[in-house]
């Protein structure tokens, strides 16, 4: 009985991936922009785990608090003179947050295809407002050339070699990752698995369905904010890209893609994915829509939980000999 | 360490669980009529009936899951006819469903666990891992034990038979420490084989709850019923004693004299 | 005369919104799967459009008839194939099916069109202006408004009047009830899947002057169709009719008040219509 309450002990290789960060920077002095962009992309995927492989919540609409964290960070850079990036990243974490608990309070009365379109619809509204109020936010051109502090006073952001930016994307996606997993197998973590497994039982065991999917939903929010704001200090600009259904849509490829519901999965997914698109997308965009449409769909029918699954049911078919 | 530890406001003789005049339509469908129902503390009582009577129906509407069109619903002296699902839970109704609803990719262990965290209040909690609440999990495994599912704690529920999984459909509903437990039709699907083991789990369910169970299985119904109940068509139809149901001619047209010679 | 004329245009608008999104509104309100292809259907049938009155020296109007016919048949083969596996499916996969299905319709185009976005050549009669008497319109337009209107109430009366209009709304309303009283729902539901898919392929052939006509067609007009259909209401023609006309004016409107982020009213009002009634304009309650 022991051993299957433990599920939450560290094993071994859970610390391959950070081991792997720390040596891809080391390895890989050249890719390391490229290296923060697949930083950001992994946490911001952690972030929809939380919702869509754990509560079950389907969403379109992610990219709305990654850009609002995002717009914070550069809204209180360019109106405030603002650049400190700690407390910017706790900013865009409340702000996000905020929008998360107050859309999640309102739009999980819904369900199914009406909510997945009111979270469409939240991230439309958001990057249109982004657009109307270009005085603040700076349209479509957004707010380029952006420059932060250092962080904690010592380290300068790196605009040649993104060495600064690399290790502080490794840093926050780290902290934001233990904070994730301890929410995972935590009791409340559980119960999202439970909602997401069987809503109907969970209403019979008397549990708060709706209040816990938002609190998730708000968590999630704040994490994907965290994801936008270290996206501006790494580049140094927000545009209404940030805001968009290629993101949205994009982050929800990469999460099904590694696996959701797996905690790695998102860094399966987003390293492979990211990869894979810097590699082919570049030479041959169209062929990259072509192959990753065919690839979706195949997924849809085949291969739905990702990587983490067919690298399961391969285990099986092995153990099973 | 039960639910609804509040003050009783049953007035002296009163049933624990009580509808009054309970009706519930759809359009021109009337699929509960006016149901008076008492459940006495301690009381095992069968519901029967056809199919399509109404029985889950009922269930549904003492759960919550359904709201009347007119009527009450009194649990302990105090109506809860508008309280929700989850609410009446807290309070002390707990139920097993017809179809097994339970968390298929989960562990046997963790489902109770799920139910056992939920009613301690602990469902919620943030901060330390699951599998550290001792309570928790040593109150599932003492449930999984009573009902003789030790051996299967870690197994996904999927990977069990059918029937087995029927027992975690209890443990669930009991992990809920309940002062009431509905139990819907808990044999059905158990292949005749295994059933013996459902038998000594109500039998072995504790005194001090009050049971109602919806059969088809004639057999269990009078083995395990102190009072049974007959609806039909919505309506209660008859009620009394074992030896009371057994005896009424009607109740036997009802079902074609054939599952009442017990 | 102002309002007028902008009410017309936004009208027109309307109008191809309800021609493209009344197929999809009726399939998933009787399948209840979400398709978010749907567009690429529209898509498709003004690609046809263009392609058969250049290549083929086709008029506009049998380019549009045909056009609705081959997309319907291609939405057929794809439904039987592909949708049909995943009828039962949850909503996650028919949403990655379905994205990765415009994708590669993006693709296809682009590859074998270009990225260009394309101009569909209206014919003499419908290209001049129309005197009204308070006002000359655009003859187009007006021919849009009526085309739309006749074909709600084409659709309508088809509903309410036929067998399979009374199958239809039966099986929209109640899929199990309908099937145990015999309907063949997976039937009916080929049927209108390749007659909402050629309506919309209609709709997106004659629609190309005013929402334009490019590979992005698909996604850039997503939300709104869907908006369209849940605002609506799923399987209520007139619902829709309404709705795409509300936000066809809107959005028309919008656009020339607040060309920056003006859109962001629609969905803002989206979500407050949607919250305070979920079911739509003229839905009904789930149980």
Known sequence: MQELAARHRLRWWEALPWVAGLACFFLFPTYLAFGTQVLVTILFALSLDLVLGYAGIVTLGHAAFFGAGAYTVGMLATHLGWTEPLSGLLAAALVAGLIGLLSGWVLLRTHGLTLLMLTLCTMALLEQAANMFSGWTGGFDGMPGLSFKPILGLFEFDVLFFRSQYLYALAVLFACFVVVRALVYSPFGRSLTGIRENVLRMHAVGAPVRARQVIAYAISAALAGVAGAVFVHATGFVNLAVLGLERAAGVLIILILGGHGRLYGAFVGAILYMVLEHTLSKAYPTAWQLGLGLGLMLVALYARNGVFGMADALRRRWSAR | ?262 | MDVVSTLLGGLAAGMVLFIVSVGLSVTMGLMGFVNLAHGAFAMLGGYFVVYSMRRWGLAFEPALALGFVAVALVAVALERTLYARLYRAAELDQVLFTIGLVFVMIALVTLGVGPESQRVVLPAWLAGQTDLGFLTYRTYSLALIVAGTLLMLALWLGFERTRIGAKIRAAVDNRRMAESMGVDVGRLFTLTFALGSGLAAVGGGLGAEILGLDPQYPLRYLAYFLIVVAVGGLGKVTGVFFAALLIGVLDFVLKIYFPKGGTMFIYALTLIFLLARPQGIFGKRGT
């Open chain 2, 1 to 262: 360490m039960s639910a609804g530890a509040a003050a009783s406001a049953r007035p002296q003789g009163g049933a624990l669980l009580e509808t009054r005049a309970l009706c519930r339509n759809f359009g021109a469908l009337q699929v509960a009529n006016n149901v008076d129902f008492r459940l006495e503390a301690g009381a095992r009582h069968a519901l029967i009936g056809p199919n399509g009577a109404g029985k889950t129906t009922f269930i549904n509407l003492l759960t919550g899951v359904l709201a009347p069109s007119s009527g009450q619903v009194l649990l302990d002296g105090e109506d809860v006819t508008r309280l929700a699902q989850a609410r009446r839970v807290k309070r002390g109704i707990a139920r097993t469903f017809q179809i097994n609803q339970l968390f298929r990719g989960l562990s046997v262990l963790e489902n109770v666990c799920i139910a056992v965290a939920e009613r301690m209040g602990a469902g919620g909690g943030m901060l330390r891992p699951a599998g550290r609440r001792t309570e928790v999990v040593e109150e599932a495994a003492r449930l999984l034990d009573t009902l003789r599912l030790s051996a299967d704690a870690g197994s996904r529920v999927a990977e069990l038979p059918y029937g087995r999984q029927r027992l975690v459909e209890i443990a669930i509903a009991l992990g809920l420490s309940p002062r009431v437990l509905l139990l819907d039709e808990p044999a059905a699907g158990i292949p005749s084989a295994e059933s013996h083991i459902l038998l000594d789990a109500i039998a072995g369910l504790p005194r001090e709850i009050a049971v109602l169970i919806i059969e088809h299985d004639m057999d269990l119904v009078f083995r395990f019923a102190q009072r049974i109940t007959v609806m039909v068509g919505g309506s209660v139809f008859a009620e009394g004693t074992p030896a009371e149901i057994a005896a009424n001619r009607e109740v036997r047209a009802v079902y074609l004299g054939t599952a009442l010679d017990a």
